[in-house]
């Protein structure tokens, strides 16, 4: 059983706008923070934002601060990206992580290490 699944993702002309979703139906999700995290072709991975369990502490990249809202809801077990302003830099495959934190429920980090569940990722493509 996957343990996230992500959905949303799609084809965009630049400054249009995309709200990716996170499911976990198999977590607990109130324990676990959420990060979301992309890489274009030929790339890294790149962390783009992050939320902690709680929903108190929110991280952004520079490149997406002042566009990209990140939220969730746990009695939906949902995490979201509202993406705005799309520019052709922003195309990628967009993954979201969950990482267990029933003690740090204020904390999310911005590295991939962190993270202990990873969904299968969608397809984000911003055209010029």
């Known amino acids: 059983q996957l343990q996230l699944v992500e959905s949303g993702g799609g084809l965009v002309q630049s400054g249009g706008s995309l709200t990716l979703s996170c499911e976990a139906p198999?977590?607990?999700?109130?324990?676990?923070?959420i990060g979301w995290f992309r890489q274009a072709p030929g790339k890294e991975r790149e962390a783009v934002s992050c939320?902690?369990?709680?929903?108190?502490?929110?991280y952004y990249v520079d490149s997406v601060k002042g566009r990209f809202t990140i939220s969730r809801d746990n009695g939906k077990k949902t995490g979201y990206l509202q993406m705005n302003g799309l520019k052709p830099e922003d195309t990628g495959v967009y993954y979201c992580a969950a990482s267990f934190r029933p003690n740090d429920q204020g904390v999310c980090d911005m590295f991939g290490e962190r993270y202990d569940y990873w969904g299968q990722g969608t397809q984000v493509t911003v055209s010029s």
């Open positions: 198999g977590l607990t999700l109130h324990y676990y923070a």
């Open positions: 939320i902690s369990s709680n929903d108190i502490s929110t």
